[in-house]
C-alpha cells in the first residue's frame, strides 16, 4: 500500500509529495504543528489538540485562508487512505511560500501551507517499553523563550534528544538557569513525591501546555491523587519515588533513571503505570 500525504488540497503520494523550497517552514521555521494519537483509528483528544493549533496559530499571528473546522475531515481522510489503527497524525500549517524575507508576506496573496500525515506505530512495543521505564538526562534548556508555542523551530530540543541518546537515555529533561526542570525535549516531566503527591512545571510561557500532561491532571481526582503545580529541581527529581514523561507519542511513560541516578529502585512506579493504564478511559475519542 502506498502512503499518502496531504499538502495543500491534494492527497499525494508520500515519496513523490512537495514542498516549495521557499515555502517560510523550510526558511524561518515559521510553521506550527501538532502530534494527535490515533487508537484504533479513533483521534484521541482531537479537539483539544485542534485548540492548542488555534492558540498557536494566533500567537504567531498567522491566519490562515482556510477554516480550521475542514482539518478533523482531511484527518479522517488521510487516516483511512493510510489504513493507520494505531499511530500518530502529524499536522503543519506554515505561513506559506514567498521569496525570503523576514517580514510576513501579505496573507491575501500568500496562501498557508497546510500537511497532514499518518503513521502507524505498534503500541504494544510502547506498553513493554513502559514497564521496564526509560532513562533521562538533565540538559540545559536552550530554547527560545516562547516553548509554549507549539512552532517547527526545534533545533534546540533535536540536539537535547540526540545527546540523550547518545547517552543510552530516551529524554532530556530540561533545566533552566535555576536548576529547575522546566519539561523534556518533547514532553512533559512529572516527579511523585514521597506524599504520592504529583509534581509539574506550571503551564506558563516556559513549558508546552501538553494535552497528555492535561488529561493525568483530569485523571488525578479518580485515583484520589494530588497534584501541584510547580517548578522541581533536578535534586528533587532525583530524589523522588517515582517520575514520568507525558506526550501523545508515549501517554504516561515511566522513568526509572535520571542521569545516573535511579528512581524507585530502576523500576517503573505503580502510579505512573496506573495512569497509563487508565489513560484512556478519560480522554476525549472522536470517530
Ligand atoms: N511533542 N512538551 C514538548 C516540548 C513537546 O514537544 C510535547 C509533545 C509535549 C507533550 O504534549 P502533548 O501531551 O500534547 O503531546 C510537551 C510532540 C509529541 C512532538 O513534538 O512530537
Known sequence: MTRTIYVNGCYQSFINALLHVEDRATL????????????????????AHLERLERSLNEIRLVTDFSLRTIPFIIRETVRRNRVKNGYVYIQISRGCAPRDFIFPNANETPATLIISARAKNPLKLDEKSKKGIKVITHPDLRWKRPDIKTTGLLASVLARQTAIEQGAEEAWLYNEDKFITEGAASNAWIVN??????????????????????????????????????????????AKEAFITAATNLVMPVTQIDEKSVNDGKSGPISLKLREIFHEFAQISY
Do not use: W
Open 194 to 239: 514521597t506524599q504520592d503527591e504529583l509534581i509539574t512545571h506550571p503551564a506558563n510561557q516556559s513549558i508546552l501546555k501538553g494535552i497528555t500532561r492535561e488529561g493525568v491532571i483530569r485523571i488525578t481526582s479518580e485515583l484520589n491523587l494530588t497534584y501541584k503545580e510547580r517548578p522541581f529541581t533536578i535534586e528533587e527529581a532525583k530524589e
Open 28 to 47: 524561518f521555521a515559521d510553521a506550527v504543528y501538532e502530534v494527535v494519537e490515533v487508537k484504533a483509528g479513533k483521534l484521541v483528544d482531537q479537539e
